[in-house]
């Protein structure tokens, strides 16, 4: 991948901070691979189902904080995301980071991975919805039991700060509840084909990138210089040992 980075040079991290990028280090599960029956044919043309093949690869457990992002601005001399809105209550540290787009996130990652020393991306929609559903179960919500449960997970749909909720069975916390979240390919229709580690991230002449929503296992369409509507995601590590 190219990234262009800027001009100016990176401040040194303090030891709170150099805290923060080590535990990112140790907040990646491995996800080992499989085939899986990927999309929908009840909803749009895009989400048809077919079967996909991946590789095994890594998954951060939490959503990125906004501390987290916030370091990265700072470091690296770049304006603060959401300035005027830091006095809600849904903007604390360690709530999932919002106000970024596409290219800021992908950005972010791959600043954390020259950090780690570490491959880290954004992940591709198929290993999203992968890990999202531990290894493909047939299940509409990324829950600990797969389902919404009455009196248990009736606030889903309120921001809480990351970790509030039980994880999924792959030990992957707010894959449902939290704040949408970034993946790294264009919108492109589906292929009924059986695909291989499919990504879409070659394609310049679509201008929108696909999100995952965090009610459903349901994904929409955003511009990718959108910054109203848009959070983001967790960081995929390509390639790691177990």
């Not at 304006?79 to 787009?101: H, K, T």
């Not at 009196?151 to 999924?168: H, I, M, T």
Request: glycine content about 6%.
């Amino acid at each position: 991948y190219i990234l262009v980075q800027s001009c100016n040079s990176q401040k040194k991290a303090t030891p709170e901070q150099e805290q923060i990028i080590e535990d990112a280090k140790v907040n990646f599960v491995f996800v080992e691979g499989g085939t899986f029956t990927m999309g929908n044919n009840d909803y749009h043309y895009t989400t048809l189902e077919h079967q996909v093949t991946l590789d095994c690869y890594s998954i951060s457990k939490y959503e990125t904080t906004l501390k987290e992002f916030d370091l990265y601005t700072e470091l690296n001399n770049l304006e603060l995301v959401y300035p005027n809105y830091r006095n809600q209550e849904d903007m604390g540290p360690d709530y999932g980071a919002i106000g970024m787009n596409w290219y800021q996130a992908q950005s972010y990652c791959q600043w954390l991975g020259e950090q780690l020393n570490l491959p880290i991306d954004l992940p591709t929609e198929a290993q999203w919805e992968y890990a999202a559903r531990s290894r493909g179960l047939e299940v509409e919500h990324a829950t600990d039991s797969g389902l919404l449960e009455g009196g248990v997970d009736d606030n889903y749909a309120a921001d809480k700060p990351v970790g509030s909720y039980e994880p999924n069975p792959l030990g992957l916390y707010d894959m449902s509840g939290g704040r949408p979240e970034w993946t790294n390919d264009w919108l492109v229709g589906y292929s009924k084909d059986t695909l291989v580690n499919p990504r879409y991230d070659t394609i310049h002449n679509y201008e929108e990138k696909i999100v995952y929503d965090s009610d459903k296992l349901l994904m929409k369409y955003c511009e990718i210089n959108s910054k109203f509507v848009l959070k983001y995601l967790n960081l995929i590590q390509k390639k790691i040992s177990r």
